[in-house]
Nanobody, 115 residues
Framework: QVQVVESGGGLVQPGGSLRLSCAAS????????MAWYRQAPGKQRELIAS???????DYGDSVKGRFTISRDNAKNTVYLQMNGLKPEDTAVYYC?????????WGQGTQVTVSS
């Protein structure tokens, strides 16, 4: 079982920045593909950024050019740097660790973008 814990959420003004962190337990973190999802009230969970074990990244259209995903395998941690935040980015942000058929989720961290 892999424990996944997100942190770094909070309240930020439009145009501001936040960096989310996701710490995962286990000795094979480097083999996991990692991803960030978000879910706004009344909406489906949305994949916004992913990074493979090899470091290749991909982004959803809604965040491309504003968000950056990265990983530090030495720290078993993946990050989501969010710049140029908009009110529509308000959601609970979830971290996912994937290895084949195995999927592990964190509890989520709330991000609220409001003036």
């Amino acid at each position: 079982q892999v424990q996944v814990v997100e942190s770094g959420g909070g309240l930020v003004q439009p145009g501001g920045s936040l960096r989310l962190s996701c710490a995962a337990s286990g000795s094979i973190f480097s083999r996991y593909a990692m991803a960030w999802y978000r879910q706004a009230p009344g909406k489906q969970r949305e994949l916004i950024a992913s990074i493979t074990s090899g470091g290749s990244t991909d982004y959803g259209d809604s965040v491309k050019g504003r968000f950056t995903i990265s990983r530090d395998n030495a720290k078993n941690t993946v990050y989501l740097q969010m710049n140029g935040l908009k009110p529509e980015d308000t959601a609970v942000y979830y971290c996912n660790a994937n290895l084949g058929l195995l999927n592990f989720w964190g509890q989520g961290t709330q991000v609220t973008v409001s003036s």
